[in-house]
């Protein structure tokens, strides 16, 4: 089995209780990124049910794909970026996988980033009673931007101790901003009343969602390989999903409700959150776009073929990067970031999957890691995420792209189930047509 030959070995003392795993994925989904895509989904138009079933359903699918790859992951002790070798090859899985990291990785930072600069801009500009100018916004996240990129670089010891305290204040701003939100300005008629007159429609929502936990559904395989077995896995990535996700969507969606906006710190400043609960806001997405620097700038040297021992210089151009994207308004092409995440992320679930649990039918004896470039992998990819972009609205935030190639934009269905359900089957008849492999 391809186990035996990569280094990795998950012993049993290794293994962790479901409720443990599960506490991972909980903490993951409070985040300020939960808040700002449920304040996506009220700007879009989504009626409150709408919002829940597009919540449910969208996390219900990233549940589907991350269980069956997490349940591989625990049946081989592997991470995701050695198991898609099997479906990949070893430099296939590498420089996709290095590539859809580094993407996101750079994104989130930088709209991390601006989201820090907006919500300390608006602290600035509160305690002197005006409003937060875009130049002011544009500087501050510039600066936090500087200051997470040096934090991230230097390995900052004092950061999980940030973490303990910015998680829980930022739960307990969410419950104060969604409480304050009902209670204040007839917040709670005005969400009794809420019957928006246009719909982006459920399959935005379901997009959107999907989005929010795309990378987290895939790169599950990191964490659930320490399951102790199958039926842990499934436990520990519904319950530690779906109602975190829910909450935090939620809240998101009914404090936009109230104010009109999605940009999470505009809103808290609107519902007369104290300072207490914007430096909230900025801790908690300081301490998570460390990790964004850090993650990217390990995946562009696992990419450029470095060792780790640069680092510094790989989390330097990744942060250089998101910072520089910030400092462009990569806060109002939300959305837009949004939308390529859901395309070229889930299709690569489709070939992981297909490759183990229908090519090898779930048995991880014939698990097998390929070496160089599995072209059935690569081509399945590539095929799904195009589907998934074309077929998902992807490439509608590209108007001038659209318009000279109006085939590029042709909405059907949802865009991530459409990308995963062709990259898996395509891989399957690929895989039997060349007959010995896989």
């Not at 989201?115 to 002011?136: L, P, V």
């Amino acid at each position: 089995m391809g186990k035996k030959e990569t280094g990795f070995e998950i012993k049993a003392e290794q293994r962790q209780s479901w409720t443990s795993i599960a506490a991972i994925w909980a903490g993951g989904m409070i985040c300020v990124p939960c808040l700002m895509i449920g304040g996506v989904l009220a700007g879009g138009g989504l009626s409150i049910g709408q919002m829940i079933l597009a919540i449910l359903i969208g996390y219900g699918l990233i549940c589907g794909y991350m269980i069956m790859i997490g349940m591989q992951a625990c049946d081989t002790g592997l991470p995701v970026a050695v198991m898609a070798s099997g479906a990949l090859g070893t430099k296939g899985s590498r420089y996709i996988i290095s590539i859809i990291l580094a993407i996101a990785c750079i994104g989130w930072f930088g709209i991390q980033s601006a989201t820090c600069g907006s919500a300390f801009a608006s602290m600035i500009a509160g305690m002197s009673g005006g409003e937060a100018s875009s130049t002011s916004v544009m500087i501050w996240s510039i600066i936090w931007g500087v200051i997470m990129l040096a934090t991230a670089c230097s390995g900052f010891k004092g950061l999980k101790w940030l973490n303990y305290i910015a998680v829980p204040m930022l739960l307990i701003v969410c419950l104060y901003g969604l409480i304050a939100g009902i209670t204040q300005n007839d917040g709670g008629a005005m969400i009794a009343s809420y019957a928006p007159e246009t719909s982006a429609g459920l399959v935005f929502g379901i997009s959107m969602v999907v989005a929010s936990f795309a990378l987290g559904g895939v790169i599950s395989a990191d964490y659930c390989r320490f399951a102790k077995n199958r039926g842990d896995v499934i436990k520990s990535s519904i319950v530690g999903v779906i109602p975190a996700g829910l909450f935090m969507l939620m809240t998101g969606a009914l404090m936009s409700i109230v104010t009109g906006q999605y940009d999470i710190s505009a809103i808290l400043s609107s519902l007369g959150v104290p300072f207490l609960g914007l430096l909230a806001l900025v801790l908690a997405t300081w301490t998570t776009n460390v990790t964004n620097a850090y993650s990217g700038g390990l995946a562009l040297s696992n990419l450029l073929g470095f060792d780790e021992s640069k680092f510094k210089i790989t989390t330097g151009i990744a942060g250089a990067c998101g910072t520089l994207l910030a400092a462009l308004g990569l806060l109002n092409a939300f959305q837009g970031f949004l939308s390529l995440m859901s395309g070229l992320i889930p299709s690569l679930a489709g070939v992981i999957i297909a490759e183990y649990w229908i090519v090898n039918k779930g048995d991880k004896e014939k698990f097998d890691i390929k070496e160089g470039f599995s072209g059935i992998g690569i081509i399945s990819y590539i095929v799904g995420a195009l589907v998934a972009c074309i077929t998902g609205g992807t490439f509608a935030n590209f108007p001038g792209l659209v318009e000279a190639m109006p085939f590029l934009n042709i909405p059907f269905f949802v865009g991530p189930v459409n990308g995963i359900v062709v990259s898996l089957v395509l891989y399957v008849i690929l895989a039997k047509v060349t007959r010995g492999e896989k």
